[in-house]
């Protein structure tokens, strides 16, 4: 097989001069022995296709004899030139050679011609799992022959001879019609789109039969999560839609399907102390066909390069572009601290339940995670997340949640101002404060930083709803519903937008559009009432404000709604008299002013209802800037009173 010659050969910041016979990296030269070089200059020539220890050897120590030994050491010293610890460049295919997994381009020596061929729709499979060997060693075979010495993106070689160009050609034919045969059975074989413009990264497999890691498999995913959104090119499923999919028995390509995205990435963890084995797959949703795999046969001590490599190896198989700052974003760490770390993926399982007893958690183990990386800028950012989340499901005073929300968004920021999430955190503790400029400002801030986090959109909308902005309200929170289009709360708080635009007919049809996803989520019921009530269907307003309370109980926020709601609907005395237990309630523990106001303006008590509106004025209360737009309030807004608050807190109708 001729190999393809060049005069210097470049792969992230590395360039090896063969004409010199030096490597350098960012222009510095690093020290290579002669058979060293060698093998690297080998190894890039035959980039991404298998070479066994034979050929390599024979290639390198072509005039000696040498023992596998001598290429051991001398790969050795190779990985520890090229830093490659974690075996990220050179990888060992166990028992059958090894692979450069890099992104390779060539520079023929000057005066050459260069002839280039685009190759599209390439597999790159190592070791997949052992009941799919038979096929991935029949796909690397493929890829040999069509691709002897060549780039993931380019093929690249000195101007051939008619001989050799008809022998290249007829290999060609040969794999195509290979992939036409293998075409015919759609479950195994049908070639992945290259287009694969979204991908779900799915909680990975727990394989300790004592169960007790679904946090480290979750975990494993938020983090993959994390770092592939930095990439621009590809939309990615947040962790909050991916969670769901934690039985061991969950079909990959059916959550693939119903996450509506081109690409899946699955895989199983097994852990033995501080030490793991993963299984990785990236699966194409529309034929089930492996775009990448990677077993991990040993078990693997740093789950840091594991997951670097992980992610780095998926953007490579996708065949995205990345920029030098994005290359270095899918590599970047926040802790090297390895119980540090599955102390914050602890704190991120327990947060993301949504539950009182889960947020409480949650800020024990980030707070753990802190005592032992006090620069752990995500483990801050968690805390943050915790602090806001305990504003909806505690019964803490929220002045005093905002402020330690604050504090630890504006420490994970001052240790990464880069956190998009982080600064989405921020912009919307900033908003509960009323500072609607700043909370503006963070919000854009964020976006533009992580243009595709849904949750950065989401957040924005509620920022402009509070300026009375709603047509680019309704443009955010619907950005935030393309990239994550199952999340159940972006599809209820269009219906919520849409209510605060006095849009109530498309509020119903989209709350309505909601409950078709899942007909028992309480909020969609509620929006849903909600829409009625901005129209004056009072009585209508009931059944769907009855179904939520239903679903969540009567101790829950719902049944305030459903009290409010049969005043509205002249059931006066039953409004009444939940409005007693309210007011008592609020004697022992914090209820948020505005519930009671939203009582008393139910039952037309309008005097009661503007002293406890400005009773939440006073008290700032986190909620107050619904008044803008709040549909339970629309007898009120007339009133110079109501219109008085508004204008004090910087508001206006």
């Known amino acids: 097989m001729q190999k393809i010659s060049h005069h210097a050969y470049r792969f992230d910041d590395f360039s090896l001069d063969v004409s010199r016979g030096c490597l350098l990296r960012a222009g510095e030269e690093v020290k290579l022995r002669p058979k060293v070089f060698d093998a690297l200059k080998y190894l890039l020539e035959n980039n991404h296709r298998l070479v066994s220890k034979d050929e390599l050897i024979k290639a390198v120590w072509s005039d000696a004899f040498v023992s596998d030994d001598s290429l051991v050491q001398c790969l050795v010293e190779l990985r520890r030139a ?95 019609g290979l992939r036409y045969f293998w ?29 007790g890691d679904d946090y480290l498999g979750l975990g494993m995913a938020d983090t993959l999560i994390t770092k592939l959104s930095n990439l621009r090119k590809i939309i990615v499923r947040p962790t909050g839609a991916v969670r769901k999919y934690m039985a061991p028995d969950q079909d990959p390509l059916a959550a693939g399907r119903e996450q509506r995205v081109d690409a899946v990435l699955e895989g199983s963890i097994q852990r033995l102390g501080e030490k793991v084995r993963v299984t990785v797959r990236l699966l194409n949703v529309q034929d089930g066909s492996p775009l990448w795999a990677y077993k991990c046969d040993e078990y693997c001590t740093d789950i840091f390069a594991l997951e670097d490599a992980i992610s780095e190896r998926v953007a490579g198989a996708l065949a995205l572009e990345l920029t030098s700052e994005e290359r270095k974003l899918l590599t970047k760490r926040y802790t090297e601290n390895v119980e540090a770390y599955q102390l914050y993926l602890k704190g991120r399982y327990f947060l993301n339940k949504r539950t009182a007893e889960g947020i409480r958690k949650g800020i024990e ?46 420490k994970a920021l001052e240790i990464d101002e880069t956190l998009g999430e982080a600064h989405a955190l921020h912009s919307i503790l900033i908003d509960a404060e009323w500072d609607w400029n700043e909370a503006l400002k963070e919000g854009q801030l964020a976006i533009s930083i992580s243009p595709g986090s849904a949750i950065a959109h989401h957040v924005f909308a509620y920022v402009l709803v509070k300026q009375g902005r709603f047509g680019e309200a309704l443009a955010e929170i619907r950005k935030a519903r393309d990239l994550d289009p199952l999340n159940l709360v972006i599809n209820a708080d269009i219906a919520e937008i849409l209510c605060f635009a006095g849009r109530y007919d498309e509020a119903i049809e989209q709350s309505h559009r909601t409950l078709e996803m899942d007909p028992n989520f309480s909020m969609a019921h509620y929006c849903l009432g909600a829409a009625f009530w901005g129209k004056g269907m009072y009585q209508e307003a009931l059944g769907p404000l009855q179904r939520a309370v239903e679903i969540e109980g009567e101790g829950s926020v719902r049944m305030i709604q459903l009290a409010i709601g049969y005043g509205f609907a002249g059931q006066k005395e039953k409004a009444q008299q939940f409005l007693r237990k309210l007011k008592k309630r609020a004697k022992t523990e914090y209820v948020d002013p505005l519930w009671i106001a939203g009582l ?32 339970k309030f629309n007898t009120l807004r007339s009133d110079p009173r109501y219109q008085a608050v508004l204008s004090r807190m910087g508001l206006a109708l």
């Open 600 to 631: 008393y303006a139910a039952i037309g008590a309008r005097d009661e209802a503007l002293d406890w509106i400005e009773r939440a004025y006073n008290e700032r209360s986190p909620t107050a800037p619904a008044l803008l737009v709040d549909p």
């Open 365 to 410: 183990y980030f707070k753990e995670a802190l005592a032992l990386d006090q620069n752990d800028a995500l483990a801050y950012s968690g805390l943050a997340d915790c602090y806001l989340q305990s504003i909806y499901f505690t019964a803490a005073p929220p002045r005093e949640l905002i402020s330690k929300g604050r504090a630890m968004a504006r």
């Open 82 to 176: 090229l830093g490659d610890h974690a075996q990220e460049y050179i990888r060992t295919v166990p028992r059958r050679g090894y692979i450069f997994d890099a992104i390779v381009t060539g520079e023929p020596a000057a005066g050459e011609a260069v002839y280039t061929e685009q190759v599209e729709s390439v597999r790159v499979v190592i070791e997949q799992e052992d009941h799919e060997q038979t096929i991935n060693d029949e796909l690397m075979e493929a890829h040999k022959l069509a691709l002897p010495t060549v780039s993931r993106a380019l093929w690249t070689r000195r101007k051939p001879d008619p001989t050799v160009l008809l022998i290249a050609l007829l290999l060609t034919a040969l794999v195509i």
């Open 183 to 211: 075409g015919s059975d759609k479950s195994k074989w049908a070639a992945p789109d290259p287009q694969v413009r979204s991908i779900a990264v799915l909680p990975f497999k727990s394989l300790d039969a004592e169960g």
